[in-house]
């Protein structure tokens, strides 16, 4: 059996995302949650396999409900809208989850990431890789400045 917890504002989003699962993923069971609280986490007495979580879901309830799952050795995924704050992004890239995806992906992609990181793989959808790649190709100018002074440098 597969236990799957999914945590979003939109109760639509939510039931409609149990029921894929439960439909697509074998011997799957999910359960929804619109809302929860620090004690509601700390009373948990078993965990799921795997925590679907939209960070729009209020930044630091989202960053609660990943600390507390990872700390517990569970998958967590972030299913966004897509949070278009980049320092948030990073801050939740930081936290250890095992994957960040976004709901206007196709529904057989959705599925097939979940699949693999259901399975120790992980999945960063390209829209939020880009975050990655603008941060680090910023990074890089600042410390390639700040070594090589105002000369230009190119790194192949």
Known sequence: MVNLFVYDNQLTYREGVKHLLEI???????????????????????FPDLV???????????LRIIDFYVENGVKVVLLSSYEKDREKVLTLLQKNISGYLVKTMETTDLLKYLKTILNGGRYIHPIVA???????????RAQS???????????I
């Open 24 to 46: 697509k993923i074998p011997k799957c069971k999910v359960e929804v949650f619109g809302d929860i609280d620090k004690k509601e986490l700390q009373t948990m007495d078993s």
């Open 145 to 155: 400045k700040g070594v090589m002074g105002n000369k230009k440098v190119v790194t």
């Open 52 to 62: 679907i979580v939209d960070p729009t879901f209020g930044y630091e309830k989202t």
């Open 130 to 140: 880009n975050v990655l790649l603008d941060f680090f190709r910023t990074s890089n």
